[in-house]
């Protein structure tokens, strides 16, 4: 008797099994079960969009090549020995030279010297500040473009050109040499680096574009889509947007005409 009970029983467990499952699978095709409530989605921004934190740009203090109030600020973090940046600093100089004059874009430069890869940039970075120190931003700017002249880059310049470089830009030897050898531009150096650190510089050049309205999401979409043509092997664009859509991070030595279609594209 008791086996044949079994026999019975077990087609009915089966048939009972069979309704607990599908209507455990219905409850979890609709979200609505007991031990699993309905829990808020975190929505994860776009991978282009992120948190871009930069020190404002001061007209007191910042070395700006052309209008204090522009509506694009073009902040560069730059590394005097780094062969990329002798190259953007030409493609840097022709956009002032075509926008700078409307007022509509300037240049800022900070200060970024990879010492690991160049370890005379970050006293060359000093010597640009005693020029700034000792000259105002006009000086700064004729030492700088001087600087990149004369270097081929990787360490190559001689350490001897930086007192002849201040002369050559109308700058008194000795009070350039009694700046520089006293270490007293340092913390400035660092500052701008520690700056580039907090604003996501990974290499050099980088520039943040910095603007006065949100850029739209129809023009942002059309920079990346320029962009397209510069992904790298491991999938990533050179650009990049702040979340409040007011500052654009690129990164390195782009070509002028993507610079230009960049800032085009800004300026509609």
């Known amino acids: 008797m ?6 019975l029983n077990l087609p009915m467990a089966i048939v009972i099994a069979g309704i607990l499952i599908a209507g455990a699978i219905f409850l979890r095709g609709s979200g609505k079960t007991d031990s699993q409530p309905d829990k808020p989605v975190a929505v994860q921004p776009p991978p282009a969009l992120n948190a871009i934190t930069l020190r404002p740009v001061d007209a007191a203090r910042d070395h700006i090549r052309g209008n204090p109030d522009a509506d694009i600020m073009f902040v560069e973090f730059s590394d005097t020995e780094c062969p990329f940046c002798k190259r953007f600093h030409t493609v840097m100089q022709q956009l002032i030279s075509e ?44 030492y700088t473009d001087r600087l ?45 680096f520690d700056d580039g650190i907090a604003a996501g510089v990974q290499g050099t050049p ?58 085009d594209a800004l300026l509609k």
């Not at 008791?2 to 026999?7: G, I, Q, R, V």
Request: charged residues 25%; glycine residues 6%; contains cysteine.
């Open 2 to 7: 008791d086996s044949k009970n079994n026999h």
């Open 99 to 142: 926008y700078g004059k409307s007022g509509k874009v300037a240049w800022v430069y900070r200060q970024y010297p990879i010492v690991q890869l160049h370890s005379k940039a970050p006293k060359e970075a000093e010597a640009l500040e005693c020029a700034a120190e000792l000259g105002g931003n006009e000086k700064f700017w004729e």
């Open 148 to 192: 990149y002249t004369l270097t081929n880059s990787n360490d190559s310049l001689d350490s001897s050109n930086l007192p002849r470089m201040a002369t050559d830009v109308g700058l008194n030897e000795k009070l350039f040499m009694d700046c520089l050898s006293s270490g007293r531009q340092q913390a400035r150096v660092k500052s701008d």
């Open 206 to 263: 980088h520039s943040v574009l910095v603007l006065k309205t949100p850029i739209s999401a129809k023009r942002r979409e059309a920079i990346l889509a320029h962009m397209e043509q510069f992904r790298d092997q491991n999938g990533d664009l050179p650009v990049n947007f702040s979340l409040d859509g007011l500052r654009v991070g690129l990164n390195g030595a782009l070509p002028y005409q993507s610079i230009k279609a960049t800032v």
